[in-house]
């Protein structure tokens, strides 16, 4: 069973031009083997800094950014294909029904949305 089972949050780790780790709590959905789906404001600096590095790391973490796992290498990518889109974000409103909600009000919002798919690296 995978440490990310069951859990709400994982913390992701992006990396600064100047190398430095920044991590960062989120929700996400699993769809098996290793694939998980998150989504940010396009513009947050996670999203940038993916675009520039896709290298991560994950981990099992609390809301507040306190990891409770092993530290995981990944990749991660902006997913730009619609179907993608849409299949990540059923996921994550099954996983998450508040998610519903802040959609709602969201679309109220000219803040563009970004969806990642972040894939576990095979080590």
């Known amino acids: 069973m995978s440490q990310f089972a069951g859990q709400d949050y994982v913390s992701l ?16 959905a699993e769809s098996g083997s290793g694939v998980f789906y ?22 099992p973490c609390t809301m507040r950014g306190l990891v409770t796992g092993e530290w995981v290498k990944a990749r991660a990518r902006i997913v730009d294909d619609a179907a993608e889109i849409t ?27 970004a969806l990642i798919e972040i894939r576990l690296s095979r080590s």
């Open 38 to 59: 998150a989504y940010s404001e396009a513009a947050a600096g996670k999203v940038k800094r993916i675009r520039n590095n896709p290298e991560v790391r994950i981990a």
């Open 13 to 28: 780790e992006t990396y600064r031009k100047t190398g430095v780790a920044v991590a960062t709590p989120i929700w996400f």
């Open 87 to 113: 299949r990540g974000q059923q996921l994550l409103s099954r996983k998450y029904p508040l998610k519903r909600l802040f959609d709602l009000f969201r679309r109220f919002s000219a803040k563009p949305r």
